[in-house]
Nanobody, 124 residues
Framework: VQLQASGGGLVQAGGSLRLSCAAS????????MGWFRQAPGKEREFVAA????????YYTDSVKGRFTISRDNAKNTVYLQMNSLKPEDTAVYYC??????????????????WGQGTQVTVSS
């Protein structure tokens, strides 16, 4: 499956962005989908995940209440709505698909497919 992330950009602190990740070449509804991010000099970290039927979502503590992950299986797309952005949210954001399990994971190594990343920069 191929994943194409988009929607990143430059925004002021307190602003919002909506990331999209379009999938092609696979059965999108059979994958757990996640978003990760990687800031310069840091390891890639888990941000959010959504189960195959969107009946459960999971977030890292630092984004709870500010970010919302969702998916549209008819459009083969997963979204990450980011509100109240902070400078520490600055990173390259990656979408990922997990084929091997119905459960989410916060470990990047558990995901099978990755998008190319989209840059999010939050200015103070």
């Amino acid at each position: 499956v191929q994943l194409q992330a988009s929607g990143g950009g430059l925004v002021q602190a307190g602003g919002s962005l909506r990331l999209s990740c379009a999938a092609s070449g696979g059965t999108f509804s059979s994958y757990v989908m996640g978003w990760f991010r990687q800031a310069p000099g840091k390891e890639r970290e888990f941000v959010a995940a959504v189960t195959r039927k969107a009946d459960s979502t999971y977030y890292t503590d630092s984004v709870k209440g500010r970010f919302t992950i969702s998916r549209d299986n008819a459009k083969n797309t997963v979204y990450l709505q980011m509100n109240s952005l902070k400078p520490e949210d600055t990173a390259v954001y990656y979408c990922a698909a997990r084929r091997s399990s119905t459960w989410y994971s916060f470990r990047a190594s558990d995901y099978d497919y990755w998008g190319q990343g989209t840059q999010v920069t939050v200015s103070s």
